[in-house]
């Protein structure tokens, strides 16, 4: 069974930092890219960024572009998304999920960006 | 980008009814589109990838089609658990974009 968990979401003031992890179990990490979507409170879905199954392709939505990196450790099973310079309007429910389609999510990660 | 545009953004609908929700792009994506559905308070689930291939678990009454700028999701014959906003997804420029998004409401 594919799963995915993400940690690390929570309050950051506005410019802080934030570090996103996802543990994925149940399928075989390295032979898949792997994603990140987010939803704002009561809006609809985001895709933010995107990542080749060995790391040598990264791509992000224009709004997050030098400020969010996204990552993967295919030993650990683990894809993370660096996020820097946060805004209010980063504040979402951050999805972890697997493929370019994103055809499985994990749970969902809050990151509230607030003074 | 890629501007994805769903009609209707909201509709009523009986249990029983066909059901179809377009997804229009504002340039042609060949069959790079996946439609999702989301119930209040859950994660969304993916429906349909490459706008016709059923995800696996999924019921056979939900269907896509379409290639280029036009697609469509069917839902053949509306169940109770069915109601729910439903999103398409282009994933074939960069960067991805979704739709905005139709409510399925009870009539």
């Known amino acids: 069974e594919v799963q995915l968990v993400e940690s690390g979401g929570g309050l950051v003031q506005p410019g802080g930092s934030l570090r996103l992890s996802c543990a994925a179990s149940g399928f075989t990490f390295s032979s898949f890219w792997m994603s990140w979507v987010r939803q704002a409170p009561g809006k609809g879905l985001e895709w933010v960024a995107n990542?080749?199954?060995?790391?040598?392709?990264?791509y992000y939505v224009d709004s997050v572009r030098g400020r969010f990196t996204i990552s993967r450790d295919n030993a650990k099973n683990s894809l993370s998304l660096q996020m820097n310079s946060l805004r209010a309007e980063d504040t979402a429910v951050y999805y972890c999920?697997?493929?370019?389609?994103?055809?499985?999510w994990g749970q969902g990660a809050l990151v509230t960006v607030s003074s | 980008d890629i501007q994805m545009t769903q009609s209707p953004s909201a509709m009523s609908a009986s249990v029983g009814d066909r059901v179809t929700i377009t997804c229009r792009a504002s340039?042609?994506?060949?069959?790079?589109l996946a439609w999702f559905q989301q119930k209040p308070g859950k994660v969304p689930k993916c429906l349909i990838y490459t706008s016709s291939s059923l995800q696996s678990g999924v019921p056979s009454r939900f269907s896509g089609s379409g290639s280029g700028t036009e697609f469509t999701l069917t839902i053949s014959s509306l169940q109770p658990e069915d109601f729910a906003t439903y999103y398409c997804l282009q994933h074939n420029s960069y960067p991805y974009t979704f739709g905005q998004g139709t409510k399925l409401e009870i009539k």
């Open positions: 340039q042609g994506i060949s069959n790079s």
């Open positions: 999920a697997r493929g370019r389609w994103v055809t499985y």
């Open positions: 990542i080749k199954e060995d790391g040598s392709g990264k």
